[in-house]
């Protein structure tokens, strides 16, 4: 699927079904779970770097979209261990970050990102990356 093919038909059809949104606010993580409820998707939600590895553990997201400025755990370091988790190592990891340099985006896949996003994002752009993310699962 393209990015610029994207509706919520195509949206409502995507096999990545479960999202696992953390941001260090909490009201940034309620909307974006409320809004891919919305278009059809099963969400959890964290708010730190520890609980986002716990959750994952449960839930066994398709995605997770992390910011990389967590408390606690990083966001770098959370991908790290996502990626070394049996339960999440295929699971695709979108970074929604304020950092957007050429050294930020290094490190950030590195620590095995996938794709990297530069906030603010715009809803439309999420939902491509959550769309095309069984492109790279």
Known sequence: MRLSQLDSSSLAQTRCRRVLVVDRDEDQVLTLMELLAMHGFEVAGATDGRRALATAEVFDPHVVLMDLC???IKG??????LRSSERTKNAVIVA????DGAEEREQSAAAGVDIHL???????????AVADSEVHR
């Open 118 to 128: 530069a906030k603010p994002v715009a809803l439309s752009d999420l939902l491509r």
């Open 96 to 99: 929604i970050t304020g950092y």
């Open 70 to 72: 967590l408390p606690g």
């Open 76 to 81: 770098c370091d959370a991908a790290r261990a």
